[in-house]
Each structure stands twice: as C-alpha cells, then as structure tokens.
C-alpha cells in the first residue's frame, strides 16, 4: 500500500485509508429533545476521542453559546448547527452548518417555527387528554427545560406516569404518524430549510436519508431537486444507516457533486446511538466548514 491515503473525497465509499478520525456532526442537547447538557456532549465526545463536533439542535441555536465555550475548555473543534423539519409525506430533515448564529433572520424565522410546533403540542395534549392520558403543556416544558417542546418530551412523560411501558411504546401507539394523538405540524418547505441555513451564511445538508423511506426514483428525483435548490452535502455515515445504505447514499453523493458528512443522530436515552463515526481523515474540506482538524 501507498504512504500516501488515498482522497476520501474522490475514492469509492469503501477504500481503506491509512488516516481514520472520529467525528460527529449530528448530536442534540437539552435545548431541544436530547438528554445531555452542550458541555456534557463535549465532554463525552472528548472522553471517546471524537475530535470534531457539531450541536444540530430542533428548530433552535440557542445552545450554541455553551457548547462554543464547552469545546474551547474541553479542546474540541465544533460546528455550529441546527436541524430543520421539511414539509413532506416522509421524514425530511435538513442539517445546516457554519451558521452565523447571531443573525437576527436566523432567530426570527426559527421562533416562528417554534410556535408552530407549539400549536401542534398543544393539539396532540388534547387527544392524549380525550384518550384518558393528562399531559399539560405546562409539564412539557419543564420536562423539555430548553426552547423546543417536541415529541420526545411527551414520550418521556407517558412512561413517567406509567400510561406506556417504554417510549418507542409511545410513539408507535399515540405519537408516531399513524398514533392515535398525532397531530402534524406546519412546517417549512424543503426549499426554504436550505433558503435559511444559506442566508445565515451556513451548509444544507440532507440528513439520515435512509430514514426518508420512498423509493431509489423518488430519492434520485428529490436529490436533484434538493441539488437545485442549493444542497451542499449528504449524511451518508449516519448513526441509523446500515452498511448497504452508506455505500449507496456515499455514491449518490458523488453522482451529484456533493460532499459526505458523518453524524450519528445521538439524543440519548431510549434512542441512543454511539456517539461518533469514524471517517477518512480527509472526509471533507474542513476549512469550508470553518475548522481545522
């Protein structure tokens, strides 16, 4: 073998390269639906040699500042980011990265999604209540403690009160798409997610897209269209890809030009995923994305 690794950039999705790094572009705190402070992800990212992190909170950037002093204390390089909810018949999620979180667009069109989700919550409380589970929004938001109220708050109090047994339980009965209380929510455009993240000087990225369950046609056909629209890059290395899944979302990427990001979706709890993905050294063009590994 060569002493010089091949580009992970340019070579085929399952090269083996002499320079392995662990990363994680794709974690959630407390400020939205996951179980860990921003300082307490960067501790346990530094504690599992993971040398690159970006917070990708709900809906929300509110995290960013501790997280930001977190990795300078814990001498960890981060990103900031966000994760956004597209409108569509599926799961479609757009990672954004390198934002400007102090841009006043930014913060106003993320509020306003806020309150959307809101008004979902406060619907989807009614049918638990019409179904004989009492859940206020009041003990939502102390069980969220942060700016995002989301479904995995009301899972953590079903089982709290002992109406389900586990959280999965929760949402295959009353919170998934097909539950009993799901109420779906206004949300922005697949166009407008990376409309924003652009306008805050940021990446589009499309997250976990083995999660969106459509067909190979209409994923070549949304790619494009997500392409067209500004899209930077593809989360081939996800927490709930399966081999098969990385290899093909890796050459879809490189069939449309597009960088392969790494993340593992890690919220803790019920849901854990291992923190970090090992990924070539030279994944990305981490200048682009304001670090330096």
């Not at 960067?42 to 977190?70: E, M, N, P, Q």
């Not at 990001?261 to 682009?288: F, K, M, N, Q």
Request: glycine share 10%.
């Amino acid at each position: 073998m060569s002493s010089k690794p091949l580009s992970a950039r340019n070579a085929p999705w399952d090269t083996v390269f002499e320079a392995m790094i662990r990363i994680d572009m794709h974690v959630h705190s407390t400020y939205s639906d996951g179980l860990s402070t921003p300082e307490a992800l960067v501790r346990l990212s530094k504690r599992r040699g993971i040398s690159l992190l970006s917070l990708t909170d709900h809906d929300t950037v509110a995290g960013i500042s501790a997280f930001r002093r977190a990795c300078k204390k814990w001498g960890v390089s981060g990103i900031a980011g966000t994760e956004l909810s597209a409108d569509a018949d599926f799961t479609l999620h757009i990672l954004g990265y390198r934002l400007d979180v102090n841009l006043h667009v930014l913060e106003s069109r993320l509020q306003d999604v806020r309150n959307k989700r809101n008004e979902r919550n406060r619907l989807m409380c009614e049918k638990l209540k019409n179904l004989g589970m009492n859940i206020s929004m009041e003990e939502l938001a102390k069980e969220a403690g942060g700016e995002v109220i989301a479904r995995p708050h009301m899972a953590r109090l079903l089982v709290k009160k002992g109406y389900v047994p586990d959280e999965i339980t929760a949402f295959s009965w009353y919170l998934g798409r097909n539950g009993s209380a799901y109420v779906s929510r206004e949300r922005l455009t697949p166009g407008e997610c990376i409309l924003l993240v652009k306008q805050a000087g940021g990446l589009a990225v499309l997250a976990h897209p083995g999660l969106m369950g459509i067909s190979e046609k209409a994923q070549q056909k949304l790619v494009e269209e997500l392409v067209e629209m500004g899209l930077w890059g593809i989360e081939c290395y996800s927490g709930h890809h399966s081999e098969a899944q990385t290899r093909y979302w890796s050459e879809i990427a490189s069939k449309y030009g597009l960088e392969r990001t790494a993340g593992s979706d890690y919220h803790g709890g019920e849901r854990a995923v291992d923190l970090g993905v090992i990924v070539p050294e030279d994944l990305l063009p981490w200048a682009r994305l304001g670090v330096s590994l």
